[in-house]
């Protein structure tokens, strides 16, 4: 037989008492993460999105366009690499690593160890850069005060449809590398519209980092100066 889809049953997803409390634990550490951002008077952006997706390009635009770099702070996550915190550092803005090993997202708690040995003092506006995939990262938040998903124009029309929960979960879904779209042969705004239908609440921006189109209304959706 084919053409059919196989799903669990009821009762068939074997961990589920399990993952239902690491996502409470995980919950709770994001409250106190918000509380603790809430009182030093820092703005996170959480930045999700595949990897080579244009997460680490958004976030160097956005800081170009910050007025005073010195109240800019990235915490940079990735499994075992340090390339983008190199990326970061030389914009002369406080920025850690956070490696996770195996683990394909960023935790609650990961990022409250981090902000405990970050210097925040002074610090208005946090990114966040978060591992590389569409998937585990939308379950986890962070106490980040929004969330952004970046999809690539190379990774093709369906991906909002294929990966909605992202979506659901984002304030902001950045489509970039419009730059490339003509030679991809995708059209920027069926992107557009697939994510829509996944999430017609999200604010959609057409951007490319490499030109710099669009990265300043991102910016503004944010509310970053």
Do not use: W
Not at 22 to 28: D, F, G, I, K, Y
Not at 104 to 118: E, F, M, S
Request: aromatic letters at 2%; one cysteine or more; hydrophobic letters at 40%.
């Amino acid at each position: 037989m084919s053409g059919e889809v196989v799903s669990p049953g009821e009762g068939e997803v074997f961990d589920i008492e399990l993952e239902e409390e690491l996502l409470e634990a995980n919950r709770r550490l994001a409250e106190e993460n918000r509380r603790m951002l809430d009182d030093l008077g820092v703005k996170a952006i959480d930045v999700m999105g595949s990897i080579g997706s244009g997460k680490t390009s958004l976030i160097e635009r956005l800081i170009e366009l910050h007025d005073r770099r010195e109240r800019v702070a990235v915490l940079c996550g990735d499994l075992t690499t340090t390339i983008d915190m190199e990326r970061i550092k030389r914009h002369g803005v406080k920025v850690l690593q956070i490696n996770t090993g195996k683990e394909c997202h960023l935790d609650a708690n990961l990022v409250g160890k981090a902000l405990r040995r970050l210097e925040l003092k002074g610090v208005e506006t946090l990114f966040i850069e978060n591992v590389g995939n569409l998937i585990c990262p939308a379950e986890f938040p962070l106490g980040a005060h929004k969330r952004v998903v970046v999809v690539s124009i190379t990774e093709g029309e369906y991906t909002p449809l294929k990966h909605p929960y992202i979506f659901m979960d984002a304030d902001i879904a950045v489509i970039n590398k419009i730059d490339l779209a003509q030679a991809m042969g995708i059209n920027p705004d069926k992107v557009a519209e697939n994510v829509r239908k996944v999430a017609p609440d999200v604010d959609v921006i057409k951007t490319s980092c490499k030109t710099g189109e669009g990265v300043r209304d991102v910016a503004e959706a944010l509310g970053i100066r």
